[in-house]
């Protein structure tokens, strides 16, 4: 069965230093995938998707992610991050032949000032 | 452009009372229509999606129930509300196509006493 896995159920980092948040899938075609991001009491906010093409993906918010077929991996990077950065983050995959989307569990980011 | 819109923002209800939920997107036709909840600290649950008027799939078997009457309106509703059923729901729409991203409402704060 496809699953999307977010390692992280926390992250803890000083304003101004990089970010990497994981996500790994399990799912047999390329698959279609998302990350959002939730502020509090918030909806959810799309940064940034990858169906085809360059596997490096920019997104909103200055973050990036970068698809690895061979890992699996669809990680959300950040060079430099800011207070307003803290959120929840969702990572998401999409599949040819369904309506929906398979989600992972969430990453809380913590910025520490 | 699009927009989706979801009311109440915030609800506080007691057990055994009925509930109704409402979404609306403005700016398209015929999306695909989505309820999910996050309990506290926790993901996004699929609740129910609609893939046109009057089609309504469940993902999972509980006290709620949902109904798209128009096409660009979806409703979460409950005869009996549990403890259970606190939570942050959230409404979103997609085009029809699986490497669409889904656009979420603002959310509605469900309490239940």
């Known amino acids: 069965a496809q699953s999307v896995t977010q390692p992280d159920i926390h992250i803890t980092v000083s304003e101004g230093a990089s970010l990497e948040l994981r996500c790994n899938y399990s799912y047999g075609a390329t698959p279609y995938l998302f990350w959002y991001v939730q502020s509090p009491g918030q909806g959810l906010q799309l940064l940034l998707k990858y169906f085809s093409g360059d596997t490096l993906v920019q997104g909103i918010k200055g973050f990036e992610a970068e698809f690895k077929r061979s890992q699996s991996s669809f990680n959300l990077r950040k060079p430099s991050v800011h207070w307003s950065d803290a959120a929840e983050y969702f990572c998401a995959v999409g599949q040819d032949s369904n309506y929906q989307l398979i989600w992972g569990a969430g990453t809380k980011l913590i910025i520490k000032p | 452009s699009q927009t989706i819109h979801q009311w109440p923002a915030t609800l506080v209800q007691p057990v055994g009372s009925p509930l109704s939920l409402e979404c609306t997107v403005e700016g398209t036709s015929n999306p695909n229509l989505y309820w999910y909840r996050q309990a506290a600290g926790r993901g996004l649950q699929l609740l129910f999606y609609s893939v046109g008027i009057g089609q309504i799939s469940s993902e999972v078997p509980q006290n709620l129930s949902a109904s798209r009457p128009q096409d660009r309106q979806f409703i979460l509703s409950s005869k009996k509300l549990l403890l259970s059923d606190s939570g942050f729901y959230l409404c979103?729409?997609?085009?029809?196509?699986?490497?669409?991203?889904?656009?979420f409402g603002p959310g509605t704060r469900l309490t239940v006493l």
């Open positions: 979103a729409w997609r085009f029809g196509s699986p490497y669409n991203e889904q656009f």
